[in-house]
């Protein structure tokens, strides 16, 4: 045992690093000091997030021709772009109320956005056109005998 280090203390069931210190004082008068300081960024921490952008942001960088994210179809887009009109309403009226951003609604009626079914719903109610199925652009509704 005459080999021991005295400074050496080994934790058993405890994190290596026991002299941790996370108050914003204990690590500012570290930082004064010069001792080394490790900060890592949690990302998505306190928010309630149950996925992370960080996939789809992936997938679609990794994007080719034959594996590709599907967009809104030209015609369904056409299909928003008149409900809309024939009710009047502005983008920012219908992302209004929808509860959606107007980039949202520019993004649909562009063809640019990546279907949602959540969103299509909405649209749908909103502006009284079936956008999705195989009667598309028919009357919303039409299920009454």
Request: charged fraction near 30%.
């Amino acid at each position: 045992m005459a080999e021991a280090d005295w400074e050496e203390v080994t934790y058993i069931g405890h994190r290596a690093k026991a002299n941790q210190q996370r108050s914003k004082q204990a690590i500012n008068s570290a930082m004064r000091t010069g001792a080394e300081v490790e900060t890592s960024k949690k990302f998505t921490a306190g928010q309630n997030k149950q996925h992370s952008a960080s996939k789809n942001t992936a997938k679609l960088d990794r994007e080719t021709e034959e594996l590709h994210h599907e967009h809104v179809s030209l015609d369904v887009a056409k299909l928003i772009q008149q409900g809309r009109q024939a009710k009047g309403l502005t983008q920012k009226d219908l992302a209004q109320r929808i509860n959606e951003k107007q980039q949202v609604i520019n993004e649909y009626e562009s063809g640019r956005a990546i279907p949602n079914n959540q969103v299509m719903g909405k649209l749908e109610r909103c502006i009284g056109i079936k956008l999705r199925g195989k009667d598309k652009g028919q009357p919303l509704g039409g299920g009454k005998k």
